[in-house]
């Protein structure tokens, strides 16, 4: 696996968990896709705080004060995942939504899923983990005296476990420089493409 590829998504807010339209691990989504529905009652608040500042803007508009503080309120739904299409929507309906969906940040596979549907979250909280399987690190070990020879950009070949007959080429990334714990071995590292997913994490090479 590879963790630059790897994507923990997490709650902005706190709240309840509505709807989750991922319900299982194992699940591929596109990057936008939604992913849960959260219902907070904190925006809820934020919202009508900005309603009640959209107001008195438009009641007043050219008092710098009333200006200040809808800035203020916008920018607090902003932090809560609000796009500007949302709180002009907002400001158009003069009704509260207390509901948040979030969306996937990237593609990838939910590689784990934290909540379920009605749990209740904090902010912050964890809801699941998305990774990326398009590329793989590919760690190897060796020994200290071995790494004279070596050095960061060589490219190397790489047998896969069950496609020994196809070898991959590869450059290495990456060279501890000091010894594992445990061990007389240090560890180098490469990124090998994974087309169609076809090798899953943990597979020797």
């Given at each position: 696996?590879?963790?630059?590829?790897?994507?923990?998504?997490?709650?902005?807010?706190?709240?309840?968990?509505?709807?989750?339209?991922?319900?299982?691990?194992?699940?591929?989504?596109?990057?936008?896709?939604?992913?849960?529905?959260?219902?907070?009652?904190?925006?809820?608040?934020?919202?009508?705080?900005?309603?009640?500042?959209?107001?008195?803007?438009?009641?007043?508009?050219?008092?710098?004060?009333?200006?200040?503080?809808?800035?203020?309120?916008?920018?607090?739904?902003?932090?809560?995942?609000?796009?500007?299409?949302?709180?002009?929507?907002?400001?158009?309906?003069?009704?509260?939504?207390?509901?948040?969906?979030?969306?996937?940040?990237?593609?990838?596979?939910?590689s784990?899923?934290?909540?379920t549907?009605?749990?209740?979250?904090?902010?912050?909280?964890?809801?699941?983990?998305?990774?990326?399987?398009?590329?793989?690190?590919?760690?190897a070990?060796?020994?200290?005296?071995?790494?004279?020879?070596?050095?960061?950009?060589?490219?190397?070949?790489?047998?896969?476990?069950?496609?020994?007959?196809?070898?991959?080429?590869?450059?290495?990334?990456?060279?501890?420089?000091?010894?594992?714990?445990?061990?007389?071995?240090?560890?180098?590292?490469?990124?090998?493409?994974?087309?169609g997913?076809?090798?899953?994490?943990?597979?020797?090479?």
């Open positions: 696996m590879n963790p630059d590829q790897t994507a923990v998504v997490s709650s902005r807010a706190a709240g309840r968990i509505q709807v989750l339209y991922v319900k299982e691990t194992g699940v591929a989504v596109l990057k936008g896709q939604p992913l849960y529905k959260i219902y907070s009652e904190q925006l809820s608040a934020l919202q009508q705080e900005y309603l009640l500042a959209h107001a008195q803007v438009q009641q007043f508009p050219a008092d710098a004060r009333f200006i200040a503080i809808e800035k203020a309120a916008r920018q607090k739904l902003r932090l809560y995942d609000q796009s500007e299409e949302d709180i002009q929507g907002l400001a158009a309906m003069q009704k509260q939504d207390p509901f948040i969906t979030y969306r996937a940040p990237m593609n990838g596979t939910v784990e899923l934290s909540v549907e009605g749990q209740y979250v904090s902010e912050g909280s964890a809801v699941l983990r998305l990774e990326d399987y398009s590329s793989l690190w590919v760690e070990d060796i020994y200290p005296a071995e790494a004279a020879g070596i050095r960061t950009g060589q490219k190397v070949q790489v047998q896969v476990a069950g496609w020994e007959d196809k070898p991959q080429q590869i450059r290495i990334d990456f060279i501890t420089p000091a010894i594992q714990s445990g061990s007389q071995l240090m560890q180098v590292r490469g990124t090998i493409a994974n087309p997913n076809r090798w899953q994490p943990g597979l020797q090479a």
